[in-house]
């Protein structure tokens, strides 16, 4: 009689990709600033290591047990996703404290430094024109607030 072995699932992979890509999306949902932010790159740290335990487990089980785990070649291809997703969040999670601090920046509710800006007609502004009256009506009020929009790139 030939022993039939029925081919299971390798749940241990499932939650090692799982695992990772949660600990990829931790470091995505820190800029959405949610209160116990200081938290998030610990727990992305955590899901990583312990996505690795279980990708390691996953390996050992396709490997170990290749009758029982079909499928070696899906296997190590999701191991590999998931090892690239652990290596991501592990790439922010250490780099992302070498980013400066920069010290010259205003602080919220700090009044910014005087400059001058070419405005939508390319002519110079400077931001104590844009505080100062009308010229033409000396009874307007000057605006409490100026929005800066600041955009990246070149046009």
């Known amino acids: ?28 949902v820190f800029f959405v600033s ?12 955590l899901l990583g290591a312990v996505a690795l335990i279980s990708i390691a487990r996953g390996l050992w089980c396709a490997f170990a047990q290749p009758k029982v785990y079909r499928g070696r070649i899906l296997n190590s291809l999701l191991s590999l996703v998931s090892l690239l997703l652990v290596a991501a969040s ?29 405005d939508a007609n390319v002519q110079p502004v400077s931001l104590t024109q844009l505080f100062a009256p009308a010229v033409d009506d000396p009874r307007a009020i000057p605006p409490k607030a100026v929005l800066l929009v600041f955009y990246r790139g070149y046009w």
């Not at 790439?91 to 800006?117: C, I, K, Y």
């Open 34 to 45: 949610p209160p116990g932010q200081r938290v998030i790159p610990w727990l992305s740290a």
């Open 90 to 118: 592990m790439f922010a999670f250490f780099h992302a404290r070498a980013l400066p601090r920069s010290a010259g920046a205003p602080q919220v509710g700090q009044q910014a430094p005087d400059f001058m800006l070419a």
């Open 1 to 28: 009689m030939v022993d039939v072995v029925e081919g299971r699932r390798n749940w241990a992979l499932g939650v090692g990709f799982l695992l990772a890509l949660g600990a990829l999306l931790c470091n995505l």
